[in-house]
């Protein structure tokens, strides 16, 4: 098979020559996938030199398509070669892949719908830093984020949490939280499990230290929110359904892609605010965090866990970057200024030449098997929703920087995604109780 490529545009168009059967159905869609991946999200396919098209090669072209276009992409066949016609015609499939013929020119009735999208599109602000594109959504101007520290995170140090340490906890909708807890009915269940976790549109997810390292989620079901064990963390609250004042989508056009604290101090400049709550998803070029290997549980006798050599025993880090080419879901804060109650849990996110311009924070991501994010603006809870319940939640880290002279591995990279941000307005520190 051979496969060529011209841009139409925003299309892009691949030309096939050869056969669709079921070997090079696999490359075909290898090739689409590839394309998706470097952000096109409208493709077309010049089948006009395809000398056979077979049953598995129609399955990937339906699946190529109900990709696209669940993404608000299209996916169509430009030409057909007359064999290829005819199978499509066999399968009844004509009318969904093969392109239609230009629409005639709108009347103006119909044509007024699109002068006031045209008015929309205008309230959106584009700014271009470094080789990457933001463009600025209004949500909720007046949004502001409460942001509350809970529980102790000294104890994590010497394993210290006991039942009086922690407690269940629920987050709403308008609500994200990050931290060390696990999904169980109590302490007594939770105790050898307790893990990073991550909340955030009505879903919950954590990383068990039981020896599985595989990950486990609850979603919200009607008005019923998962519960959360939690030994520490950090919970924002929106005082509205909307929590978020702005959604920022970024795609990295260099050949580069975009730093997390890069995209942190974008997000800071473009709100104007020096503190931020921020929840996101984005395409990954890679993840640096760290992971809990064991429940920090009942230990206070032993010595720190971020002491050598028990620290290889208790925590797991990234040597490289992880979960490439995935997708991330992930919540945080970030901010320039003094952190007030949550500094115990803030670290430094880059290393800016003078502190008032250092950006801190603390995220933790949950990785997904990759699927294209949909372009423009895309509605936090859904997303999280068809994350949780079409792709397969691969890790959860805490994200670090890792910036060892010698061996660092950096700091986690993305490609393109959707930053729901919104400036703190309150910080508080709360003794979490039994």
């Keep these: 098979m051979q496969i060529t490529k011209r841009l139409i545009g925003q299309t892009a168009e691949l030309k096939i020559e050869g056969r669709v059967d079921g070997y090079w159905s696999d490359h075909l869609a290898a090739a689409v996938d590839q394309e998706i991946r470097q952000g096109s999200h409208h493709i077309q396919l010049d089948l006009s030199q395809v000398a056979f098209l077979s049953s598995a090669g129609i399955g990937t072209l339906v699946r190529l398509y109900k990709d696209l276009k669940s993404i608000q992409g299209s996916f169509a066949v430009s030409n ?12 009844k499939l004509v009318d969904l892949l093969v392109a239609q013929p230009a629409p005639e020119p709108l009347s103006d009735e119909i044509s007024g719908n699109f002068v006031a999208e045209a008015r929309v599109a205008e309230s ?32 994590l140090e010497r394993s210290g949490f006991a039942e009086e340490h922690c407690r269940i906890m629920q987050f709403s909708d308008s609500a994200f939280a990050f931290g060390l807890g696990a999904l169980g009915e109590n302490f007594a269940d939770c105790q050898g499990r307790f893990g990073e976790f991550i909340a955030a549109g009505g879903a919950v997810a954590y990383l068990p230290t039981d020896g599985t390292n595989v990950p486990d989620f609850l979603l919200a079901g009607g008005a019923a929110l998962p519960e959360v064990q939690v030994c520490y963390g950090i919970a924002c609250q929106g005082a509205n359904p909307q929590p978020f004042g702005s959604l920022i989508r970024f795609e990295a056009k260099s050949s580069a892609p975009v730093a997390l604290s890069i995209l942190l101090e974008a997000c ?43 620290i290889r025993d208790c925590l797991s880090f990234t040597a490289e970057r992880a979960y490439t080419k995935s997708v991330v879901l992930s919540a945080g804060v970030a901010m320039r200024r003094s952190a007030g109650a949550l500094e115990p849990v803030i670290r430094p996110l880059s290393s800016a030449s003078s502190p008032e311009m250092q950006v801190a924070g603390h995220f933790h991501a949950a990785a997904f098997s990759y699927r294209p994010i949909q372009r423009g603006q895309i509605e936090l809870k859904s997303s999280i929703k068809g994350l949780f319940e079409g792709q397969t939640l691969e890790g959860i880290l805490h994200l670090l920087t890792d910036d060892r002279a010698l061996s660092g591995s950096g700091q986690t990279e993305l490609v393109r995604g959707a930053c729901w941000i919104a400036p703190i307005s309150r910080i508080t520190a709360e003794g979490v109780q039994a």
């Design 80 to 91: 057909c070669s007359g064999v290829v016609l005819k199978v499509l015609e066999l399968s």
């Design 124 to 155: 959106i602000r584009q700014v271009e830093r470094s080789g990457t594109v933001y463009e600025v959504y209004p949500l909720a101007p007046d949004a502001k984020l409460d942001c509350r520290r809970l529980g102790d995170a000294t104890l």
């Design 268 to 310: 800071l400049d473009l709100s104007d605010a020096q503190q931020l709550g921020v929840v996101m998803i984005a395409e990954s070029a890679g993840l640096i965090g760290a992971a809990l290997r064991r429940p920090p549980v009942l230990a206070a006798s032993e010595s720190n866990i971020f002491e050598f050599p028990r």
